[in-house]
């Protein structure tokens, strides 16, 4: 008898939603809390209870067909095109934090090039991004396009994202366990976006994207490592527009990014 192939973990997530699909149809809802294929074994930590829903399987299914992906090689530019798309659909139906899946209008899950010479990462959505679904569109988001044209670039030419992808209510800052909960998005938008050089907008992103309690004030000005890309981490733009006396300390930290990418500084700046 010929030996099959296993089944890789997209196929195996195909069809346990083609089973979900089924049991749903026949009105059931709930199914015992039993082990599932090991692609999907998020689903155990998911659902401590006796029993489990239909929706929380469907999503460790999703879940484990994006993140059991370690030993896969990442695909052309189009796949991982596509693959990007697929984890923002998935980003949109993330129901991990409550509060924030209950007061958001819209996921924002990112926007740019794949393999960006620079990746901005900031802390969360505000009001604006909420509105719109896309990063950095509001006040702040100006004077991050500002920074952006001032080294040289344009905002289509850098991607940015943030650590959360959804909006804190009243702009707070993100919790913990909402960092927590968005770090498998976070690390797969990134393996896939693969820049080359990521700059962490303050002491929000810095720290949760390098895991480090250091303050920004420590932590500004010096090239970091996030798996393998360097890391600059400066002041957010918001915080620019409130002390703009230290928008030179942040075009001090740009000048060392484009000097460590090979770019030259754009004169009269």
């Known amino acids: 008898m010929p030996v099959l192939p296993d089944p890789v973990p997209a196929d195996l997530a195909r069809q346990l939603r083609q089973q979900v699909d089924s049991l749903r149809s026949a009105g059931v809802e709930w199914v015992p809390n039993s082990p599932l294929p090991a692609v999907i074994g998020v689903a155990e930590a998911a659902c401590a209870s006796s029993v489990q829903s239909m929706e929380a399987v469907e999503s460790a299914a999703v879940a484990g067909a994006l993140f059991d992906s370690g030993e896969r090689q990442l695909g052309s530019p189009e796949e991982r095109r596509q693959e990007l798309a697929v984890l923002a659909e998935s980003v949109s139906k993330c129901t991990r934090c409550t509060e924030l899946a209950c007061t958001r209008t819209q996921t924002v899950f990112g926007v740019g090039k794949l393999d960006a010479e620079i990746c901005f990462v900031g802390e969360a959505p505000g009001a604006d991004e909420d509105a719109q679904g896309e990063p950095f569109v509001g006040a702040a988001g100006q004077l991050l396009n500002r920074i952006i044209t001032a080294c040289g670039l344009k905002r289509e030419e850098v991607y940015i994202c943030n650590i959360l992808k959804c909006r804190p209510p009243g702009n707070r800052l993100p919790l913990p366990d909402e960092a927590a909960h968005c770090r498998e998005y976070l690390e797969r938008q990134l393996e896939l976006v693969q820049p080359k050089f990521i700059c962490a907008l303050g002491a929000c992103a810095a720290q949760n994207l390098l895991g480090t309690k250091l303050s920004i004030g420590k932590l500004r000005g010096q090239f970091q490592q996030y798996r393998g890309i360097p890391v600059l981490c400066t002041y957010h733009p918001a915080y620019l527009l ?15 990014l484009l000097q460590r990418m090979g770019r030259a500084v754009p004169a009269g700046k």
Not at 242 to 256: A, G, I, L, Q
Request: charged share 65%.
């Open 242 to 256: 409130r002390s703009p006396d230290k928008k030179r300390d942040v075009w001090e930290d740009m000048k060392k």
